[in-house]
T-cell receptor
Framework: AQSVTQLDSQVPVFEEAPVELRCNYSSSVSVYLFWYVQYPNQGLQLLLKYLSGSTLVESINGFEAEFNKSQTSFHLRKPSVHISDTAEYFC??????????????FGTGTQLKVEL | KAGVTQTPRYLIKTRGQQVTLSCSPI?????VSWYQQTPGQGLQFLFEYFSETQRNKGNFPGRFSGRQFSNSRSEMNVSTLELGDSALYLC?????????????FGSGTRLTVV
């Protein structure tokens, strides 16, 4: 079974500053990786995903993540954060199951707090 | 294209009661997964249904069950509710339930057991 480690439970950052949210996963096989964002009292929204191909994936709102197979990492970055980016961010890996199909294994989440 | 719809959004139940939660996936998606989110345990996989069959199940007691209908809508049921069942229950819709298809989540049902 896969596991996902998000090293930082909280990350405070000032508006317009850069931010990196760290994620490491355990796997020696091909994986699909995801970043989800959760706003208060909401479900999970897909931010970006890595399935194959280019190791750098980008979202429409300025976030990017780089898949690093040798370091088994999938860190999320944004060069300049906005107050509206305040939310909880979850890294997830798709875990293949014996019954067929997959499930998502999530990290414990990182609370990003953007301050003025 | 409509998203994933979960009903109800909020529920308050008493210990010992049972509850049924509903999830309507994106049109054309055949896989529905359920997750429980709590502050202590985080996001945990409950089960996955594909074409009306439970294909996978997480590590939860038998009080947690579900089903999927021919139109891919899914329900999950929790019987004999315990205080620890208080959580946000999230449903995820996927075209085929494979990681490459990705997963779209609903807004969740917040269950409070008192």
């Amino acid at each position: 079974a896969q596991s996902v480690t998000q090293l930082d439970s909280q990350v405070p950052v000032f508006e317009e500053a850069p931010v990196e949210l760290r994620c490491n996963y355990s796997s020696s096989v091909s994986v699909y990786l995801f970043w989800y964002v959760q706003y208060p009292n909401q479900g999970l929204q897909l931010l970006l995903k890595y399935l194959s191909g280019s190791t750098l994936v980008e979202s429409i709102n300025g976030f990017e993540a780089e898949f690093n197979k040798s370091q088994t990492s999938f860190h999320l970055r944004k060069p300049s954060v906005h107050i509206s980016d305040t939310a909880e961010y979850f890294c997830a890996v798709s875990d293949q199951l014996t019954g067929g199909g997959n499930k998502l294994t999530f990290g414990t989440g990182t609370q990003l707090k953007v301050e003025l | 294209k409509a998203g994933v719809t979960q009903t109800p959004r909020y529920l308050i139940k008493t210990r010992g009661q049972q509850v049924t939660l509903s999830c309507s996936p994106i049109s054309g998606h055949r896989s529905v997964s359920w997750y429980q989110q709590t502050p202590g345990q985080g996001l945990q996989f409950l089960f996955e249904y594909f074409s009306e069959t439970q294909r996978n199940k997480g590590n939860f007691p038998g009080r947690f069950s579900g089903r999927q209908f021919s139109n891919s809508r899914s329900e999950m049921n929790v019987s004999t509710l315990e205080l620890g069942d208080s959580a946000l229950y999230l449903c995820a819709s996927s075209l085929g339930g494979q990681g490459s298809y990705g997963y779209t989540f609903g807004s969740g049902t917040r269950l409070t057991v008192v």
